[in-house]
């Protein structure tokens, strides 16, 4: 089974609209990441956020992380066409030997 | 850095062939994972290596698929023999520290 899952599966919103995705992990991490994934192309790293962190921001990305709940949000604000592209977030732990280990993804269309 | 770089692009191949694929990860990166990705299973670890060391292949899914990593700038990862079950994108990522550098994938067909 995944450690991570994503929630929604899918997700389509109006260009501007912010968009907002979930992950949720089973086991103790280090990190959670997010990365996203254009259609036909390799996985693209877009932000990591540590297990001491509660909230980090990059540009119009927001990440939360509550470790208490195994849980991790991504928010996209002010979307834009080019946002269109599945995203997943990935848990990273040194009990499981420093895997990369990702969840199913949330795929994101955004409409102009 | 050119980045990860993966070959071929893309393979069609017929059931019962043996398939090698190939990754060159970026030099100085210590961590190299193979991945693959399909519709129904989503991106499956399959195995990864530290400093070309087989870590944990436990996501492999049968003998008959094989992965080395004879020096730090070059992995393979071989299915013999092949089946349709077999097609999928697969993904070779490198890392060092946290973030993982993916390579652009090769798409396996097993006809």
């Known amino acids: 089974s995944q450690q991570g899952e994503e929630d929604p599966q899918a997700l389509s919103i109006q260009e501007g609209e912010n968009a907002t995705m979930n992950c949720s992990y089973k086991?103790?991490?280090?990190?959670l990441q997010w990365y996203r994934q254009n259609s036909g192309r390799g996985l693209v790293h877009l932000i990591l956020?540590?297990?001491?962190?509660r909230e980090k921001h990059s540009g119009r990305l927001r990440v939360t992380l509550d470790t208490s709940k195994k849980s991790s949000s991504l928010l996209i604000t002010a979307s834009r066409a080019a946002d269109t592209a599945s995203y997943f977030c990935?848990?990273?732990?040194?009990?499981?030997?420093?895997?990369?280990?990702f969840g199913g993804g949330t795929r994101v269309l955004v409409k102009p | 850095d050119a980045g990860v770089i993966q070959s071929p692009r893309h393979e069609v191949t017929e059931m019962g062939q043996e398939v090698t694929l190939r990754c060159k990860p970026i030099?100085?990166?210590?961590?190299l994972f193979w991945y693959r990705q399909t519709m129904m299973r989503g991106l499956e670890l399959l195995i990864y290596?530290?400093?070309?060391?087989?870590?944990?292949d436990s996501g492999m899914p049968e003998d008959r698929f094989s992965a080395k990593m004879p020096n730090a700038s070059f992995s393979t990862l071989k299915i013999q023999p092949s089946e349709p079950r077999d097609s999928a994108v697969y993904f070779c990522?490198?890392?060092?520290?946290?973030?993982?550098?993916f390579g652009q994938g090769t798409r396996l067909t097993v006809v």
């Open positions: 030099s100085g990166h210590d961590y």
């Open positions: 086991t103790s991490i280090n990190n």
């Open positions: 990522a490198s890392r060092v520290n946290t973030e993982a550098f």
């Open positions: 990935a848990t990273d732990a040194w009990a499981a030997g420093n895997k990369l280990t």
């Open positions: 956020i540590r297990s001491n962190e």
């Open positions: 290596f530290n400093n070309n060391v087989p870590i944990d």
